[in-house]
């Protein structure tokens, strides 16, 4: 008779999954035997809270949950941040952890941690396996809440006495559901709102990047002809090239793009989603938001939507888009603000000053990156400037963390994409600070044979933290370190180092290595000082005389 460990990897390769990421333990080793013998890949990372990142990468651009592993207690609790990150980006992902044995204890409360209770929280759903026959309805029931809007993390803990127990129990099989479309009342108010604004704008947020949504949106952004901006999470939904495109909120207030969003009547947010922090703040004098989702809008003191249409985005856009086309004679009364908008944002960014500064940064990044190329963000100064700088012209080619902002998350998201995507250039961007936080898994990546750039700013210091504490007039205290040599970094773990010297060496050094393929790492020192010249200095002087000709 098979074992429960058996039965859960055959419920696994049921479910289509074809890796698992992850650091087996002591009592998962009936699981790691079953999985030596199945189609499926254990691959083995340098620390489990990169594993759950890989993990829910794979549930953000697929759509189908990613799977990580770990022992018990101290295991199991570095999956924490990974749950989070995946809770708050809606990123399907299932977590098996391990657990001592529950129908007896020889070993008393040793490495005995509630990890049940201590991810409830933090996942949608959490639950211990007590019986190995109950395997296959249980992962098939963890798949199905993954996937459900809002989809996100589920953790199944397996003991090891369930994993080794016999039992017989057949598979469960899968079927499609289909979200439903929104009420045609819904969809007729909304409509009524639309044809009656003078000054619309659509806003696509995290929500609308879903693989499952992006075909649609393109369709009805050009059927309305209204101009849009994204939130930070919602970039490349519609591609950033077209001539409606005004901009990304990167900032929730005073940024120009806000010139465009403080002017609009009415607000079409599409997939928005309040984990994001805040592209706008509602409370405009007469304007009006329409909330377009999956799921109902989170009332929250900056956003309150005053019609909502609630279903599968895709084919609701559709029946909307077919109430409005072609009677929108204001579609495009903000137009005239995004030449305004563009050029500012655009501006200096082909500056020679070293070292690099975001705005030369992004631009070079982009002229290496083709249209499908993917860049993985981690978390830190740089995030804005790639938020508001960096075109995106397909759906998840910029992948960032607007949700939990969780530094560490950038190279192993970058790893996952680059083994989903093995024939397109995926980079790495990371603060010197966030990359050192999970830099060990340079080793799994030349292990598993990635092609993949790194790019680590290098200013040692939490550069982020740093500025915040300039910009608030504290002293600067406690956010410097000192860095390795990164270039023998990289070649210690066999892969390929290079530092930039001067400001042109950027973008041939990039090409070399995406060319040379296999794994390389690109140090290039950073100037932070543009955060104060643009970000404060410049907005603060602009929103007086805006604020007059409002």
């Not at 759903?125 to 007590?130: S, T």
């Not at 809440?145 to 993390?153: L, N, T």
């Not at 550069?463 to 002293?475: N, P, T």
Request: net charge negative; proline share 6%; aromatic share 6%.
């Amino acid at each position: 008779m098979p074992k429960g460990s058996d039965l859960l990897v055959a419920a696994l390769e049921n479910e289509g999954v074809d890796r698992i990421f992850g650091i087996p333990g002591e009592e998962n080793l009936d699981v790691v035997e079953a999985l030596r013998t199945s189609k499926i890949q254990l691959v083995l990372t340098r620390h489990e809270q990169a594993a759950a990142f890989m993990a829910a990468t794979h549930g953000r651009l697929t759509g189908r949950p990613g799977v990580c592993l770990s022992t018990l207690g101290p295991g199991a609790l570095n999956f924490s941040t990974g749950a989070a990150y995946a809770h708050l980006g809606a990123m399907p992902m299932i977590i098996i952890t391990g657990q001592k044995g529950i129908l007896s204890s020889r070993q008393a409360k040793f490495q005995i941690v509630d990890v049940i209770s201590s991810m409830k929280p933090i996942t949608k759903m959490a639950r211990q396996i007590v019986s190995a026959s109950s395997i296959p309805t249980i992962v098939r029931d963890a798949f199905r809440v993954a996937m459900e809007e809002r989809p996100g993390p589920v953790l199944l803990e397996l003991p090891e006495d369930i994993a080794s127990e016999q039992a017989e129990a057949s598979l469960v099989p899968s079927h499609p559901i289909d979200i439903p479309v929104a009420h045609p009342k819904a969809i007729a108010r909304a409509a009524e709102l639309i044809l009656q604004a003078e000054r619309p704008l659509i806003m696509l947020g995290a929500a609308a990047s879903r693989p499952r949504a992006t075909g649609e949106l393109g369709g009805f952004v050009h059927r309305t002809q209204i101009p849009f901006f994204t939130t930070q999470m919602g970039k490349g939904t519609v591609a950033g090239g077209t001539q409606l495109y005004m901009g990304t909120a990167a900032l929730s207030e005073r940024d120009y793009v806000h010139e465009a969003i403080d002017r609009a009547d009415l607000i079409i947010a599409i997939g928005h989603d309040t984990i994001e922090k805040p592209p706008f703040f509602m409370g405009q004098k007469d304007q009006k938001v329409v909330h377009i989702g999956y799921v109902p809008a989170n009332v929250e003191e900056v956003y309150y939507p005053d019609a909502e249409v609630v279903g599968d985005l895709g084919p609701t856009l559709k029946l909307l888009a077919d109430e409005l086309e072609g009677k929108l004679p204001n579609a495009g009364a903000l137009l005239h603000l995004r030449e305004h908008i563009l050029s500012h944002i655009s501006d200096r960014a082909t500056e020679d000053r070293f070292p690099v500064t975001p705005q030369r940064l992004v631009h070079d990044v982009r002229q290496v990156i083709p249209e499908d190329g993917i860049v993985c963000l981690d978390n830190g100064m740089y995030k804005i400037w790639f938020a508001r700088n960096y075109r995106t012209y397909v759906a998840n080619t910029l992948l960032l963390d607007n949700a939990l902002a969780t530094m560490g998350a950038g190279l192993p998201s970058a790893m996952m994409a680059a083994m989903l995507y093995p024939e397109r250039r995926v980079m790495a961007v990371c603060g010197d600070g966030g990359f050192m936080m999970n830099s060990q898994e340079m080793e799994t990546a030349v292990r598993l044979g990635l092609n993949l750039v790194v790019l680590v700013l290098d200013d040692s210091a939490y550069g982020m933290i740093r500025w915040k504490q300039a910009v608030d007039h504290f002293e600067d205290y406690g956010m410097t370190f000192r860095n390795p040599d990164f270039v023998k970094y990289a070649e210690s773990y066999g892969a390929t180092g290079h530092r930039i010297g001067s400001v042109q060496d950027l973008v041939p050094t990039l090409d070399k290595a995406f060319n040379a393929g296999g794994v390389h790492l690109v140090a290039v020192p950073i100037d932070y000082s543009e955060n104060t010249r643009v970000l404060v200095e410049e907005l603060r002087a602009k929103v007086k005389p805006f604020e007059q000709a409002q």
